[in-house]
């Protein structure tokens, strides 16, 4: 059964930074095409960036652009979401998710697998 694991949220202060990490068990992860979403209170999930398992090429959200950057961390079978100049509105549980899709894509439908979310809050 492929399952996902996120860590590294916490409390961070306005223009702060984190880094966010999703494992996997029972598969490899570098083979997947990864996403990373998030859901604030009251409000619908939303996407936040993806990696491509084909070619490794990525999407943001326009909220998010230039600010955060995902990428796979080979080194530790991993796929990080580093997260800089964090506002307020960034607060929300963070989740990864994979596909069968080799392309990665916003839409959350692509995506039949998801962690369990890890909180990012934004506070000063």
């Known amino acids: 059964q492929l399952q996902l694991v996120e860590s590294g949220g916490g409390l961070v202060q306005p223009g702060g930074s984190l880094r966010l990490s999703c494992a996997a068990s029972g598969f490899t992860l570098d083979m997947y095409t990864i996403g990373w979403f998030r859901q604030a209170p009251g409000k619908e999930r939303e996407a936040v960036a993806c990696i491509s398992s084909s070619d490794g090429s990525t999407h943001y959200t326009d909220s998010v652009k230039g600010r955060f950057t995902i990428a796979r961390n080979a080194a530790k079978a991993t796929v990080e979401l580093q997260l800089n100049s964090l506002q307020f509105e960034d607060t929300a549980v963070y989740y990864c998710?994979?596909?069968?899709?080799?392309?990665?894509?916003?839409?959350?439908?692509?995506?039949?697998?998801w962690g369990q979310g890890t909180q990012i809050t934004v506070s000063s």
């Open positions: 998710a994979t596909g069968p899709s080799l392309l990665c894509s916003l839409q959350s439908t692509t995506y039949h697998y």
